[in-house]
């Protein structure tokens, strides 16, 4: 059963800095694996989606890198703005087809 | 629509009555998924339907809970008998399949009382 751990679970961290944010899962076997963000009583919004073939993508100051044979992703967040505070959650979608998702990595960032 | 549209976006019962959530995909999505998040909790997985096949129904937590979708178009999740550990935020999302992008609605905020 794929597990997906996301560390750390909480972050705080000045306005300007650059950060990063981990996700590992345990079944390499993956179609592609996807990071979101989510407000406070709100949905989930698609930041970026990684084929399993592709090594990275990016969209503006984010920048999501996959290593499918160890099970890791990271998304770095370049010049980090309060308007970034959110929860940021990973999931994995493989032979099961539904999205596994972690528990997520509750970012603050101070003016 | 442009979005996954979901309806109710609150609903608040009492205890033993049934409920019906709605979720209305992003046009011409073969893929749609249900989930369910308790407050401060992560996203827990309920169903999976991709176009004709049989829907994946392993993440139902009981009898009590099923749902339905017609062709690839809506899809209601229907909870009876609602206990009070039912109250969260249910969660739909569309693909366009397999390898592709998945969008979320805004939720449903289901409240037991």
């Known amino acids: 059963k794929q597990e997906v751990t996301q560390i750390p679970a909480a972050l705080s961290v000045p306005e300007g800095e650059n950060l990063v944010l981990n996700c590992s899962f345990t079944?390499?076997?993956?179609?592609?694996l996807q990071w979101f963000r989510q407000d406070p009583g709100k949905g989930l919004t698609s930041l970026l989606l990684?084929?399993?073939?592709?090594r990275e993508q990016t969209s503006g100051r984010l920048n999501a890198s996959l290593d499918k044979s160890s099970g890791r992703s990271t998304l770095y967040i370049a010049a980090s703005q309060p308007g970034d505070s959110a929860t940021y959650l990973c999931?994995?979608?493989?032979?099961?087809?539904?999205?596994?998702f972690g528990s997520g990595t509750q970012l603050t960032v101070l003016p | 629509g442009a979005g996954v549209s979901q309806s109710p976006s609150n609903k608040v019962t009492e205890k033993g009555k049934d409920v019906e959530l709605r979720c209305d995909p992003i046009?011409?999505?073969?893929?749609l998924y249900w989930y369910r998040q308790r407050l401060g909790q992560g996203l827990e997985f309920l169903i999976y339907?991709?176009?004709?096949?049989?829907?994946?129904k392993s993440g139902l937590p009981s009898d009590r809970f099923s749902a339905e979708r017609t062709g690839e178009s809506v899809s209601t999740l229907t909870i009876q008998r609602t206990q009070q550990e039912d109250s969260a935020v249910y969660l739909c999302?569309?693909?366009?399949?397999?390898?592709?992008?998945?969008?979320f609605g805004q939720g449903t905020r289901l409240t037991v009382v």
């Open positions: 999931a994995v979608s493989g032979s099961a087809r539904q999205l596994t």
């Open positions: 999302a569309s693909s366009g399949g397999v390898n592709t992008e998945a969008f």
């Open positions: 046009s011409g999505h073969t893929a």
């Open positions: 079944d390499s076997a993956i179609y592609n």
């Open positions: 339907f991709q176009g004709n096949s049989a829907p994946d």
């Open positions: 990684i084929q399993s073939s592709q």
